[in-house]
């Protein structure tokens, strides 16, 4: 059975960092392109980033572009997801999806809320 | 980026009831359409790829069509548990992109 779990998420102070990890079971990991979406409260879903299998290609939104960086750990079946210079308007929740062109799988997912 | 307009934005029906739901790319996205699914307090899943193509374990009731840039979700008779909100996504090009959902609500 195909598990994605997300950890890290939290109350932030803007400007602050904060890193998302998301580990990964019941498939192999390393085949598979993986990307995180977000979503803020009562809105809709917005995607982030995405990073290929190997994780030498990467891909942002503009909004997050310059203060996130999608990483991952083939080793560990980890995804991560560095937030850099956090905004309110990055407050949301954030998914952890397996990116097979659609997102056929996705974690349960892990709240961010950037406020002082 | 490429937009994607769904309407209507909220749709009122009965259990029973066949709808028909609209996705509207701002240029042409060949088949490169998927169809979500999100309960309330759920994480998304997906019911349809690449425009029509079924997806393991999706009722047989959903169905999807649609090239270029209309697109349409089918439900056929709709079950209580189908109210919920559905979105469009396009992976033509970079930035993946959403359309803003349509809530399905029981009438």
């Known amino acids: 059975e195909v598990q994605l779990v997300e950890s890290g998420g939290g109350l932030v102070q803007p400007g602050r960092s904060m890193k998302l990890s998301c580990a990964a079971s019941?498939?192999?990991?390393?085949?598979?392109?993986m990307a995180w979406v977000r979503q803020a409260p009562t809105k809709g879903l917005e995607w982030v980033a995405t990073i290929s299998t190997s994780g030498g290609s990467t891909y942002y939104r503009d909004s997050v572009k310059g203060r996130f960086t999608i990483s991952r750990d083939n080793a560990k079946s980890t995804l991560y997801l560095q937030m850099n210079s956090l905004r309110s308007e990055d407050t949301a929740t954030y998914y952890c999806?397996?990116?097979?062109?659609?997102?056929?799988?996705w974690g349960q997912g892990v709240m961010v809320t950037v406020s002082s | 980026d490429i937009m994607l307009t769904q309407s209507p934005a909220t749709l009122s029906v009965t259990p029973g009831e066949s709808i028909s739901l609209s996705c509207r790319a701002s240029?042409?996205?060949?088949?490169?359409l998927h169809w979500y699914q999100q309960k309330p307090n759920e994480s998304p899943r997906v019911l349809i790829k690449y425009a029509s193509q079924t997806i393991s374990g999706i009722p047989s009731r959903f169905s999807g069509s649609g090239s270029g840039t209309d697109f349409t979700l089918n439900i056929n008779r709709v079950e209580p548990e189908d109210f919920s909100v559905y979105y469009c996504?396009?992976?033509?090009?970079?930035?993946?992109?959403f359309g803003s959902g349509t809530k399905l609500e029981i009438k």
């Open positions: 999806t397996r990116d097979t062109t659609s997102f056929d799988y």
């Open positions: 996504q396009q992976s033509n090009s970079w930035p993946l992109t």
């Open positions: 240029q042409s996205i060949s088949t490169n």
């Open positions: 019941g498939f192999t990991f390393s085949s598979f392109p």
